[in-house]
């Protein structure tokens, strides 16, 4: 039977915006996000942003490892993933004495109103948690080859460690090997690319950061310095938006580090945002190229047509656009 020409238009109007919508859908990213949590809190601001994603249904929280080796890092991470009702994400930490002090705000994961822990949480210490490059293996192995992003955004420790990981039961690859296969992207906030700056995140474990840079083998982005400074969190936010409970892990996170009128820069958040969502305008990359660091942390750029790296760069006309994506995805609330 044939149809008639209004019925076929009228079919062609209707299943036509549905096969488009389907086509634009995408798979959820397989993140790992790497941290030195405690030591500032943009950390903080952007494990909230990737619950918002994770509850948009644009990534998927594969695991949190820590570069920052102090028992109440753990503990912070479990409370702030159980407050977006997702205290079962596994977390990894590193042994290295490295940055080995509390800080300013994971003192939150102890902290009682009334005999109870204000922010729920089953991980009491970090000492408790297992080791960062076992996590990072076993997350590796379960997820789909060349699907996974990974945020890093503090020291290289953890990446580096897995880079030199030899098979174990989990895998019969080495963590090179796991990293060539499993890996897509890795999301880097480091280093510094319009001035000589001698960049945190490189300078506290140099070694490892250099391993890094060497040996990395899949494509790697770089928010450098000047990105997340140029890219200040107002503090209005913290006052405003995150009110809808009586006790918000980010916002008191934000007060106890420094405590507004106090816009914070961004860095982390960036790497998340272009880990996630690299193909929604937020950013200009560099041409392609080899990073390169010398002894003293200091990071330089050399194009090269077929280069590994690349690096963020931000438009004066979208850093409006972009900080509203970094406000908003930071205090949306959690999914019920």
Same mark, same amino acid.
């Given at each position: 039977?044939?149809?008639?020409?209004?019925?076929?238009?009228?079919?062609?109007?209707?299943?036509?915006?549905?096969?488009?919508?389907?086509?634009?859908?995408?798979?959820?990213?397989?993140?790992?996000?790497?941290?030195?949590?405690?030591?500032?809190?943009?950390?903080?601001?952007?494990?909230?942003?990737?619950?918002?994603?994770?509850?948009?249904?644009?990534?998927?929280?594969?695991?949190?490892?820590?570069?920052?080796?102090?028992?109440?890092?753990?503990?912070?991470?479990?409370?702030?993933?159980?407050?977006?009702?997702?205290?079962?994400?596994?977390?990894?930490?590193?042994?290295?004495?490295?940055?080995?002090?509390?800080?300013?705000?994971?003192?939150?994961?102890?902290?009682?109103?009334?005999?109870k822990l204000r922010y729920p949480h089953d991980l009491a210490?970090?000492?408790?948690?297992?080791?960062?490059?076992?996590?990072?293996?076993?997350?590796?192995?379960?997820?789909?080859?060349?699907?996974?992003?990974?945020?890093?955004?503090?020291?290289?420790?953890?990446?580096?460690?897995?880079?030199?990981?030899?098979?174990?039961?989990?895998?019969?690859?080495?963590?090179?090997?796991?990293?060539?296969?499993?890996?897509?992207?890795?999301?880097?906030?480091?280093?510094?690319?319009?001035?000589?700056?001698k960049e945190y995140n490189l300078i506290k474990d140099i070694?490892?950061?250099?391993?890094?840079?060497?040996?990395?083998?899949?494509?790697?982005?770089?928010?450098?310095?000047?990105?997340?400074?140029?890219?200040?969190?107002?503090?209005?936010? !913290? @006052?405003?938006?995150?009110?809808?409970?009586?006790?918000?892990?980010? *916002?008191?996170?934000?007060?106890?580090? #420094? +405590? $507004?009128?106090?816009?914070?820069?961004?860095?982390?958040?960036?790497?998340?945002?272009?880990?996630?969502?690299?193909?929604h305008g937020y950013f200009e990359l560099s041409e392609p190229?080899?990073?390169?660091?010398?002894?003293?942390?200091?990071?330089?750029?050399?194009?090269?047509?077929?280069?590994?790296?690349?690096? !963020? @760069?931000?438009?004066?006309?979208?850093?409006?656009?972009?900080?509203? *994506?970094?406000?908003?995805?930071?205090? #949306? +609330? $959690?999914?019920?």
């Open positions: 039977m044939r149809l008639s020409l209004f019925a076929f238009l009228v079919s062609v109007c209707v299943v036509t915006p549905t096969l488009a919508l389907a086509q634009q859908r995408h798979d959820p990213v397989p993140l790992i996000f790497d941290t030195d949590i405690g030591n500032d809190v943009d950390d903080v601001l952007a494990l909230g942003m990737i619950h918002a994603l994770q509850s948009r249904g644009e990534c998927e929280l594969l695991a949190v490892t820590i570069t920052k080796d102090h028992e109440l890092a753990a503990p912070f991470v479990d409370a702030v993933n159980t407050f977006y009702g997702r205290g079962d994400i596994p977390i990894g930490v590193c042994r290295s004495g490295v940055t080995n002090t509390a800080g300013r705000f994971n003192v939150l994961a102890s902290q009682q109103d009334n005999g210490s970090g000492n408790d948690a297992p080791d960062a490059v076992a996590v990072l293996r076993k997350s590796l192995v379960d997820a789909d080859d060349g699907s996974v992003v990974i945020a890093q955004v503090g020291f290289s420790t953890n990446l580096a460690n897995l880079l030199s990981s030899k098979a174990d039961d989990v895998s019969p690859l080495s963590g090179a090997e796991l990293v060539q296969q499993k890996v897509r992207l890795l999301s880097i906030m480091a280093g510094a690319f319009t001035d000589s700056h070694p490892s950061a250099k391993k890094i840079v060497n040996d990395w083998p899949t494509p790697i982005v770089w928010s450098g310095y000047a990105v997340g400074k140029s890219l200040l969190y107002p503090h209005q936010s !913290i @006052l405003t938006d995150y009110g809808y409970v009586d006790h918000h892990p980010l *916002a008191e996170a934000y007060i106890l580090y #420094q +405590p $507004p009128p106090h816009d914070r820069p961004t860095w982390d958040l960036t790497s998340v945002l272009y880990g996630v969502r690299p193909n190229g080899k990073v390169q660091m010398a002894d003293d942390g200091v990071t330089t750029f050399d194009a090269a047509a077929n280069g590994r790296d690349r690096y !963020i @760069l931000v438009r004066e006309d979208l850093r409006p656009k972009v900080l509203e *994506a970094l406000q908003l995805l930071s205090s #949306q +609330p $959690p999914s019920k």
